[in-house]
């Protein structure tokens, strides 16, 4: 940084030592933490006689905090943690981001940014709505400095939007930063957000009479429908009860979402008083976990039902005309 590289000494006796200092200024370069420096001496004797030497030093380079300046920095999400296993679609979800630089020199002026991932309707259209955005803030945030060696952990508060669909998001995060010279670099990363829909099912009526009679039968119906955002799965209707009963248990399988159904059975009850049963619908949701729904339902059973006479039998006689009972009175005087 002198205004010369050229010292000029104009005498050095024989024996004596001259030390000449420079101050030098190292223009980096990237990978490098080793540079060559020649020096030459031009010199005479007492007589005239011109004489060239020439030497080269090797001068390593450290930056501020000591270490080699060499390789390119790397930054990198090294774990990633969610509020919650799945998130539930209109919840909010936390997510912490353990940002990493791995090499030793510091790195400045990190900026991390969430990509933006649209909503999909059920025909593969994207509407103008996003699956993640951030709470009371943006998408990015900013970090002065991550010094060499050393994880920073940053949070970002996510409303995850709730017509998305139930799945595993893939969530690409973005890394920009730059080394203690300015130079700028970008890091691609990629979380993953599991996001689930609300299982709902509606069940619409269950029909059961207000009593019955011991050995008629007795129909017991329902309908339901899915009012969820999700299709429920190996869904099965199962009548139970200390009953006889028929058509015990029906298989839907696949309810899809909208969808509904009917189902009755039979019960044939064997003695009298108050007959209790249960209405189960069963199903697998989104989190292969199984749902039961049940129904209780009870009616009332009399005794067997009164036979019903046939005609003619055990009703009074027919009103005869006037004609015909002059006929039997003078019969029965003859």
Do not use: W
């Not at 649209?118 to 998408?139: H, I, L, R």
């Not at 970008?186 to 299982?199: L, R």
């Amino acid at each position: 940084t002198q205004s010369s590289n050229v010292s000029y000494l104009p005498v050095v006796e024989g024996g004596q030592e001259v030390e000449v200092a420079y101050l030098l200024g190292v223009n980096a370069t990237e990978g490098a933490n080793y540079y060559p420096l020649q020096i030459t001496m031009d010199y005479k004797d007492r007589i005239g006689n011109s004489y060239e030497s020439s030497e080269k030093l090797g001068i390593n380079v450290v930056d501020l905090y000591g270490s080699g300046i060499a390789g390119k920095p790397r930054v990198l999400i090294s774990k990633y943690t969610l509020s919650d296993e799945k998130i539930l679609a209109g919840n909010i979800v936390t997510l912490t981001l353990f940002i990493e630089n791995t090499h030793t020199r510091a790195v400045q002026n990190i900026k991390t940014s969430l990509g933006v991932i649209k909503v999909e309707e059920s025909n593969g259209s994207s509407t103008g709505g996003t699956v993640f955005s951030p709470v009371d803030g943006s998408n990015s945030f900013f970090i002065q400095q991550i010094p060499a060696h050393t994880t920073m952990e940053k949070s970002i508060d996510l409303y995850v939007d709730p017509n998305a669909a139930a799945k595993t998001y893939i969530v690409p995060i973005t890394i920009e930063y730059e080394d203690q010279r300015a130079n700028s670099y970008t890091a691609e990363e990629m979380v993953n957000i599991p996001v689930t829909q609300e299982c709902k099912l509606q069940i619409l009526s269950v029909e059961v009479p207000p009593n019955a009679f011991v050995g008629q039968p007795v129909y017991i119906s329902a309908e339901f429908v899915n009012v969820g955002k999700v299709d429920l799965n190996n869904f099965i209707v199962i009548l139970e009860g200390d009953f006889h009963k028929e058509q015990a248990s029906y298989f839907v399988g696949n309810l899809q979402i909208g969808s509904s159904d009917f189902y009755q059975g039979v019960v044939y009850p064997e003695k009298e008083g108050t007959l209790s049963g249960t209405l189960i619908f069963s199903y697998i949701d989104n989190n292969n976990r199984e749902v039961q729904v049940e129904e209780p339902f009870q009616f009332e059973v009399l005794g067997a039902r009164p036979m019903e006479p046939f005609p003619g039998e055990g009703s009074p006689p027919m009103d005869q005309g006037p004609g015909e009972r002059r006929s039997e009175i003078g019969r029965a005087h003859v």
